[in-house]
């Protein structure tokens, strides 16, 4: 294929080194070339959140940056960030209230409300809805989310 | 003498009931939590092959020519095909229903031929080696289109000027009237009759996951598995079945994780069929997932309604009759294989339904359009009737000066009046209307929040209190579909089997997408059988394991599966005794299932555990008595048959403010008291209701497909289709009254449909109550704030 790019990048602490198409989303190369199908895609123009991971410590849309974009670059997913028992907090708060239903929008969610945590985890509960706001759930209706993230950053999980 | 009769359980002991009622978090939510789900669109097969259809961009129009030569040179592109490829492959089908007399709608095929009927239907597909090649290739086709007039509005589909199908003869799919007679004398009679026009905003599902399918065809064993995100994998069984033309024990469905549904997923796509068409033509798997913007364009859409309703009322404030005249559109085709004539049905049976006049007259037109196709989409109708009927009762409140929930005790059924008949001819078993209402206000402090409101008019702020009591049509008996010579099973079945280590393995029909299906039938199989929950494991969602069963739609799954899974339990308890009074040489009567023991019933006495004695029915059945054979492997199966529909009932309030410099509505708290009978899991059911509510609410303030005059899709991508997001949601309060319906031991009704059946209603309310003061009225949904602003006059309409 013509428009490859040589791309190294770190993926969960794995660094790998590709000819990855110019035109691939990060989602996708995740998705299709490494496998890492945790991350999902669900509406490809950066509104819904799904997508969601952390490229050096930012979240970012993986529908709406390159994959050679994250050349030289950290990427971390959903698979990363459980096994290395980061999220393992908001992970048990969010199946103790029951914070997702079919699993699809989590986790994006997941990440969004773990770059919260690390930002301003102090957040209040509007100040927690107002992170969360781009990122879609259509199952919860989102005050079960709210209140998990709630329980995590106010100490009661 | 015979022995005394022991009681059922051992006094201080918790059978049977065990996890009923409490909030067990959901087992499977750990691998969801993680990433480490499998959708459909995360299946990874050798030779798999990626489907990308080629759409009209036209409402209507015939395809004078599809040239594919430069597609098919295209990089990876394994075949290029039209609609009569396809059709070779996969017959057309026709949506209609014995019940629904008069239904007619035209075959509609896989991959249209010769005609596009709305912007967004396949006339040509793509196969590739990757998603991406075929997409490419896809911008290869060259069509060559003749324009068609395309018929967008209902008043013009109706009146029948263009007829879209002229073998049919008129746009009118499907009409209904109905009259207990009386209505125009209870009309003359009446002190006060109000009178008004709702229009309900086209709307759709906007499921995070796409369709999905992977069909994957064995040409050697002439057999189909298919992978498909579904609600209703039997159902989906026997239609691959028959349009491909291959035995039905050949095809298996097996629905994996599905990223939500909300009744988008339990209907019949053009291009999944297509799918399934090509696995058969090119034997390898083939799959398709629809991308959002196809998603928009060809997921089911719904409620698209014009309402005028009537009400007749005393002076004292009794409702004397309803007159109802609905008008609907469905789209060029009825929606296979549950038609698209439900909705308008349901609004008709529905329309007035807490209420005890006994006079009604109805009258609903189904019409053809040049649109995307509507069908069953969560609450079916539901929230159509309810905010009509809300929406007319508080006028009519309003009219007599009566407090909107003082309006509402006077004419609810009375809670001693069942069972109960209602003048739409749907039948009650056990409502609790009053209990709701009375419970409703209390938990909102209905007589605060009015003071509050008061004291805030004077500051110049406009709140807004909304009522909506509502009904819900929950467990289906075969009258909904069956009936009407449709496969679709009203029954479900349930499989239990102890394994040696003293597991359960629970194998049911209905399918999960996230409700919590497998947690509640983990909970009643648990109770029942009286293990631990975490010794139970349960599988959903394979034609090839499961019991035959309906899948998951109606808020049946808990009601219907659930009892299935108790009677399970209780008989595989039984056959576990029958082997324990064996070994232990006891009378089984003596014996009771604990706890993973087994224990003596009346001293709680451990005597076995249930792994020795698994390690004892499989490994040494020789040292069991020559005349005995255990039995560890049980199947129960329930249908409802005693009612056509078990109903529920509820009532919602929201709470609002307008700003009426700008016409948004914040949302400032929501409250739902709801009777589903026996509840099994308050957590899960909560979050069904809170969920349920959240999506009327996108009903009422922002969801709508709007059309342009040629037909074509405004805003089908979610930057301009507006969904409920974290910011403007409002906590919502859930509390219930639990009447248990008593055709079933469990005692269950469904709960999955009612947040969004009652939402829209009453955010309508409120907002109406909070305009009232400025005298303005809104009863268009979605209530932007631009038409907000219009009702008060600030800007044009």
Known sequence: MEHELETTLTVNGTTLRRRIEARQHLVDFLREELGLTGSHIGCEHGVCGACTVRVDGEIVRGCLMLAVQANGCQVETIEGLSDSGELAALQKAFHERNALQCGFCTPGMLMAARDLQVRNPKASRDQIRAHLAGNYCRCTGYQAIIDAVEDVLHGKS | ?797
């Open chain 2, 1 to 797: 003498m015979g022995k005394a009769e022991l009681p059922l359980h051992a006094p201080g002991t918790q059978v049977d009931r065990g996890y009923i009622g409490q909030s067990v978090p959901r087992a499977n939510a750990q691998r969801l939590l993680q990433g480490r789900g499998s959708f459909t669109d995360d299946l990874r097969f050798p030779r798999l092959a990626h489907a990308v259809f080629f759409r009209s961009p036209y409402a209507h129009a015939n395809v004078k020519r599809l040239e594919f030569k430069q597609a098919l040179r295209a990089p990876g592109v394994i075949g290029v095909f039209d609609g009569r490829a396809v059709a070779e492959y996969c017959t057309p089908w026709v949506a209609v229903l014995a019940h629904l007399k008069g239904i007619k709608s035209p075959p509609q095929h896989a991959i249209a031929i010769e005609r596009a009927c709305w912007q967004g239907e396949a006339v040509a597909v793509v196969v590739a080696e990757t998603r991406s090649q075929a997409e490419d290739a896809v911008a290869l086709i060259e069509a060559e289109w003749e324009e068609l007039p395309a018929v967008v509005d209902m008043d013009e589909a109706l009146a029948g000027k263009t007829v879209i199908h002229p073998e049919l003869g008129d746009n009118v799919c499907f009409k209904r009237e109905h009259d207990t007679g009386g209505v125009d004398e209870a009309f003359a009679q009446a002190d006060v009759v109000v009178e008004e026009t709702y229009h309900f905003g086209r709307h759709t599902g906007v499921c995070l996951e796409g369709r999905a399918i992977l069909a994957d065809y064995n040409a050697a064993e002439h057999s189909l598995t298919v992978y498909h995100a579904t609600q209703a994998p039997h159902m989906m069984q026997d239609i691959f079945s028959r349009h491909l033309n291959i035995p039905e024990g050949n095809v298996r469905v097996i629905a994996k994780d599905v990223g939500g549904s909300f009744g988008i997923k339990v209907h019949v796509y053009a291009d999944e069929m297509a799918t399934a068409a090509l696995s058969v033509m090119l034997r390898r798997p083939v799959k398709f997932v629809a991308d959002r913007l196809e998603s928009f364009v060809s997921d089911i859409h719904a409620r698209e309604h014009k309402v005028k309703v009537r009400l007749a009322c005393t002076r004292a404030g009794e409702i004397l009759a309803f007159d109802l005249d609905d008008l609907t559109a469905i789209g060029p085709y009825s929606v296979y294989p549950r038609t698209s004539g439900i909705e308008g049905n349901q609004v008709v049976n529905l329309t007035g339904g807490p209420y005890k006049h006994q006079k009604y007259r109805a009258r609903m037109n189904v019409v053809f359009t040049n649109k995307n196709v509507t069908c069953q989409y969560r609450a079916v109708g539901h929230p159509i009737a309810v905010a009509l009927t809300e929406g007319i009762v508080d006028r009519a409140a309003a009219e007599l000066k009566i407090d909107p929930g003082e309006f509402r005790r006077r004419n609810l059924i009375p809670d001693d009046a069942y069972p109960y008949t209602f003048p739409s001819g749907i039948k009650f078993e056990k409502l609790s209307h009053h209990q709701t209402l009375d419970k409703l206000l209390d938990l909102m402090d209905y007589k605060s929040l009015r003071s509050q409101q008061a004291d805030l008019i004077k500051k110049g702020s406009y709140r807004g209190i909304g009522l909506a009591a509502m009904i819900e049509v929950t467990n289906p008996s075969p009258a909904f579909y069956g009936v009407g010579g449709a496969r679709i099973s009203a029954q479900d079945g349930a499989t239990l089997r102890l394994e040696p280590t003293g597991m359960v393995t629970v194998l049911c029909s209905v399918t999960e997408q996230g409700q919590g299906t497998d947690a509640i039938f983990g909970q009643i199989a648990a109770s029942a059988v009286g293990v631990t929950i975490d010794k139970v494991r349960v599988i959903t969602g394979d034609t090839g394991v499961t019991p035959y069963g309906g899948g998951t739609w109606a808020s049946r799954g808990a009601g219907i599966g659930g009892e299935a899974v108790l009677l399970a339990g209780r008989a595989l308890r039984s056959n576990i005794l029958d082997i324990a009074a064996a070994v232990l040489k006891m009378d089984k009567a003596e014996l009771d299932l604990v706890g993973n023991e087994v224990v003596n019933r009346l001293t709680a006495e451990p005597k076995m555990p249930l792994a020795e004695l698994g390690r004892i029915a499989y490994f040494r059945p020789d040292t069991l008595p020559l005349d005995f054979q255990s039995e560890l492997t049980v199947t129960r199966h329930y249908t409802p048959r005693q009612y056509g529909f078990t109903f529920t009932n509820g009532i919602q309030a929201s709470y609002v403010e307008v700003d009426p410099d700008t016409g948004f509505v914040k949302l400032l708290k929501h409250w739902c008291v709801e009777d589903c009978g026996t509840v099994i899991n308050p957590m899960l059911v909560d979050e069904q209701i809170r969920g349920g509510v959240v999506q009327g609410i996108g009903a009422a303030l922002y969801e709508e497909c709007l059309y342009g005059p040629d037909g074509q899709l405004l805003n089908g991508n979610m930057a301009d289709y507006l969904v409920p997001m974290a910011g403007e949601m409002p906590d919502i309060v859930c509390a219930h009254i639990e009447t248990p319906t008593q055709q079933s031991q469990l005692g269950a009704k469904g709960v999955g449909e009612a947040g969004t059946a009652g939402a829209p209603g009453a955010v309508m309310n409120a907002i109406n109550d909070a305009l009232a003061p400025l005298g303005a009225r809104v009863t268009q949904m979605p209530f932007t704030p631009e038409r907000i602003l219009a009702a008060l006059g600030k800007v044009a309409r």
